[in-house]
């Protein structure tokens, strides 16, 4: 592990701490293109944690601080997410897989950040998860099942029964998405759960939400997974 710290960031506003744990892709061409980027006091953007495609990890902002990284959206109702969390970013363009040597790095600072804030798995999400709108990182290729293995994330389990269709976005929501219009949630929602499903949402989909939304929404019970 290395630190180069980044001059962007400040404090986390009315004294939050950490609950939530957002995961990026660079959209560069380098890790050396992305770390200049990051601490560069003119773009004004940073993260806690940056990992090359070898799994280097550097430490760019002390987690207590809060990083440039989330911007604009909301999660589980929390809608200045740069002060509740922290941000990695994975040395990634966005249309290639993510290296072995990067998600096993990954996989150690995620355990090591969860234990130093109690952060638990259905907290850590992706940027295209609390900024539908605008996001797609960590994007399809991201192997979210392999963290939920591990309970670093979660994810569904098959359903009871079958759930109506028309509940999927009320699910969602309470999950922990933000209140936006259907078709960007179900894209945000199958970016993570469903990468190459296309067309009109499906009963399984609807299945998958509903469950989640049991197990880890807003006002459900905590539990692991």
């Not at 790095?105 to 605008?134: C, F, K, Y």
Request: hydrophobic share 45%; net charge neutral.
């Amino acid at each position: 592990m290395t630190a180069l710290p980044s001059p962007n960031f400040s404090e986390r506003r009315g004294g939050a701490r950490p609950s939530i744990i957002v995961i990026h892709y660079t959209a560069m061409e380098s890790c050396a293109a992305a770390r200049a980027r990051l601490c560069d006091p003119q773009a004004e953007v940073s993260a806690h944690w940056l990992i090359s495609r070898k799994g280097e990890v550097e430490a760019l902002v002390e987690e207590s601080m809060r990083a440039w990284h989330a911007g604009a959206g909301e999660w589980a109702g929390l809608t200045d997410v740069n002060s509740h969390s922290i941000g990695i970013e994975l040395d990634n363009r966005g249309s290639e897989p993510f290296p072995e040597p990067q998600m096993a790095a990954l996989e150690d600072t995620l355990r090591g950040v969860m234990a130093r804030w109690a952060i638990p798995a259905h907290r850590v999400i992706g940027h295209s998860d609390m900024a539908p709108d605008r996001k797609t990182d960590p994007g399809a290729r991201f192997d979210w099942q392999r963290l939920a293995r591990q309970g670093l994330s979660v994810w569904p389990r098959a359903a009871a029964g079958p759930v109506p269709i028309g509940e999927f976005g009320a699910a969602v929501r309470r999950f922990g998405y933000p209140d936006l219009d259907e078709p960007l949630l179900l894209r945000a929602f199958r970016l993570r759960f469903c990468p190459w499903a296309e067309g009109p949402l499906r009963p399984h989909e609807a299945a998958m939400a509903a469950d989640l939304a049991l197990r880890f929404g807003v006002d459900a019970p905590r539990r692991e997974a």
